[in-house]
């Protein structure tokens, strides 16, 4: 019998894994509205070559890559929680104003390329060199990583 409900888990363990990360091709149109906003708003004028929706356990994201290989990363109800831009650097209306106005200071040659959400309202930034900023909910500075 114990042999049995090992074997059931090991079963159930292996289905679940498989199952979990599936990345499945969608059209634009069948995106959250609010992300197709938000591509409509800050990228304008950029071709989508792909749109994907990714399924985990109980939740599900989106992924938007562009063809010049810039990608943005939305949750569930179409909310970006990662904008990344490596060559181009991001759209300056998506960066809040008081970490725009930190990188402006502090990084004057450098670009923005990448810019993710965090838990509670924490934001981490990239720059062109690679140099990764943490910012609290205040915006303050709380981390750097070169």
């Known amino acids: ?67 010049n290989g810039n990608k943005v990363e939305f949750d569930k109800k179409g909310m970006w929680k990662e904008i990344n831009c490596k060559y181009a650097g991001l759209p300056p209306e998506v960066v809040p104003e008081q970490i725009a106005n930190y990188v402006r200071t502090n990084y004057p040659d450098l670009k923005i390329t990448k810019i993710e959400k965090k ?13 990764e900023l943490e910012f609290d909910a205040n915006y303050t500075i709380i981390d750097i990583d070169d």
Do not use: W
Request: include cysteine; glycine fraction near 2%; aromatic fraction near 8%.
């Open 119 to 131: 838990s509670r309202n924490r934001h981490e930034i990239e720059l062109l060199n690679g140099m």
């Open 1 to 67: 019998m114990k042999k049995l409900i090992l074997l059931f888990l090991c079963v159930a363990a292996v289905h679940v894994t498989t199952k979990a990360g599936n990345d499945k091709p969608i059209n634009f149109d069948q995106l959250p509205a609010r992300s197709q906003q938000t591509i409509k708003k800050y990228f304008p004028d950029h071709s989508v070559a792909l749109v994907k929706m990714e399924r985990d356990f109980l939740d599900k994201s989106y992924e938007v890559i562009f063809t």
